[in-house]
């Protein structure tokens, strides 16, 4: 339980930064400042708009297909499907970061 207080004093332009940075971060200002502190990093995905989230959605639907051919032309083509597998890791990578 977090029941603790630790305050420090800093300009009203350093505030609005911090604020700013915890904001992208997707984090509470406590929680960046508690994580920035006790580990130097920050762990949370930055907000997505709502555009950029049906922009991933619409991606890993894409991926989906193309493994789905890609299990389709094994047979006939293995140049193809290794191409297609090298797009669909980079694309997978790409998705995982935010999900």
Do not use: W
């Amino acid at each position: 339980m977090k029941n603790s207080y630790i305050k420090f004093r800093c300009t009203e332009s350093e505030k609005e930064r911090i604020e700013g940075m915890a904001d992208r971060s997707g984090t509470s200002l406590s929680e960046y400042c508690r994580q920035q502190c006790l580990t130097g990093r920050i762990l949370a995905n930055p907000k997505l708009t709502p555009t950029e989230i049906s922009y991933f959605r619409e991606l890993k639907e894409h991926n989906n297909a193309l493994a789905r051919l890609t299990n389709f032309i094994r047979n006939k083509d293995p140049q193809l499907c290794v191409a297609i597998a090298e797009y669909l890791e980079q694309s997978r990578e790409l998705y995982n970061r935010f999900f």
